[in-house]
C-alpha cells in the first residue's frame, strides 16, 4: 500500500541587492575646518562606510596611499562594525619634501554582492609648522578669583595666546594633581596615556589679529597634593605638530 503525499509550495521572494556601499567620511584622522591634515611621520587614514544589504568586508576595501608612502591597493589595517557603519584604518608613514597638498583615494569599494561605491580623490593638507606660542599663562581660581599661586580644591586655568592657521590640542597631564584623573580621562588617541586632560581650540577664540586666544579651566586641584608635582602640558595643531616654547 502506499501512504498518502502531501505536498507544499513555499514561495520566497528573493530581494536583489542593488545598492552600493556609501562613503560617510574619508580623509585623515586630524580634521579642521572640513579639512583633513597630515604631517612627517606617523598618519592614519579613515574611512566610515554605510552598506544597506549584503554587508561589506575588509576584502572590498582597498586604499591608493602612494602620497601617504604606500601602495596603491592597500588592505586596511583594521576594520570593524560599529552600529550600522563599516569602519576602517590605515596606519601610513611618510616624510613630505614640502607642504602643501596630497591626495589618496580608494582603489576598491565594494560590498559583498561586488556593488561598486564611488571612489572621489580626497585632498590632505600637509602642515609640519608648529604653532607659535605668544603668552602662556597660569592661575589658581577660587571664590576669590584669580591667584598667582595654587591651594587645594583651586582649579587651574591656563590662558594663552599662540598663532596657528589650524585647529589646536592641549593636552595637560593632571595626574597627581585633580582626583581621580586616571579614571576621568582615559586614554585616547591624543594623549595615549590616562590622566591626561585634552582642551582643543573650542576652548578659543580668533581675535583681531588671527590669534587663538584661550582658557582652560581643569577640575579643582586635589587636598594634600603630591608635592612638587611639575604640571606638564603638551600643545599641538590639528596635524600633530607639538608647540615650543
Not at 513555499?10 to 530581494?15: E, R, S, T
Not at 601617504?68 to 570593524?80: H, S
Not at 592657521?165 to 588617541?189: K, Q
Amino acid at each position: 500500500a502506499y501512504g498518502n503525499t502531501a505536498e507544499e509550495t513555499i514561495v520566497q521572494d528573493f530581494v536583489p541587492d542593488t545598492s552600493a556601499p556609501e562613503i560617510v567620511f574619508f580623509g585623515s584622522e586630524r580634521t579642521f575646518d572640513g579639512e583633513s591634515y597630515v604631517k612627517n611621520g606617523d598618519n592614519k587614514v579613515l574611512l566610515v562606510v554605510k552598506e544597506q544589504g549584503a554587508g561589506i568586508d575588509a576584502e572590498g576595501v582597498r586604499a591608493n596611499l602612494g602620497a601617504l608612502g604606500g601602495g596603491g591597493f592597500e588592505e586596511p589595517t583594521a576594520c570593524e562594525q560599529i552600529a550600522d557603519t563599516f569602519n576602517c584604518y590605515w596606519d601610513t608613514h611618510a616624510n613630505f619634501g614640502s607642504e602643501g597638498i596630497v591626495r589618496i583615494s580608494l582603489s576598491r569599494l565594494q560590498d559583498k554582492v561586488a556593488n561598486t561605491g564611488e571612489m572621489p580623490e580626497i585632498e590632505l593638507k600637509v602642515d609640519n609648522s608648529p604653532p607659535k606660542i605668544e603668552k602662556l599663562e597660569f592661575y589658581g581660581v577660587s571664590e576669590v578669583g584669580d591667584k598667582d599661586y595654587f591651594q587645594s580644591n583651586d582649579q587651574l586655568k591656563i590662558k594663552a595666546k599662540i598663532s596657528e592657521s589650524s585647529g589646536l590640542f592641549f593636552l595637560v597631564n593632571l595626574n597627581g594633581i585633580v582626583m581621580d584623573a586616571e579614571t576621568n580621562y582615559p586614554e585616547n588617541t591624543y594623549t595615549k596615556d590616562a590622566g591626561w586632560a585634552v582642551f582643543s581650540e573650542q576652548n578659543c577664540i580668533r581675535d583681531a589679529d588671527n590669534f587663538w586666544v584661550c582658557e582652560l579651566l581643569t577640575e579643582p586641584i586635589k587636598s594634600g597634593p603630591d608635592k612638587n608635582v611639575a604640571l606638564e602640558m603638551v600643545i599641538t595643531d590639528t596635524a600633530g605638530n607639538e608647540a615650543k616654547e
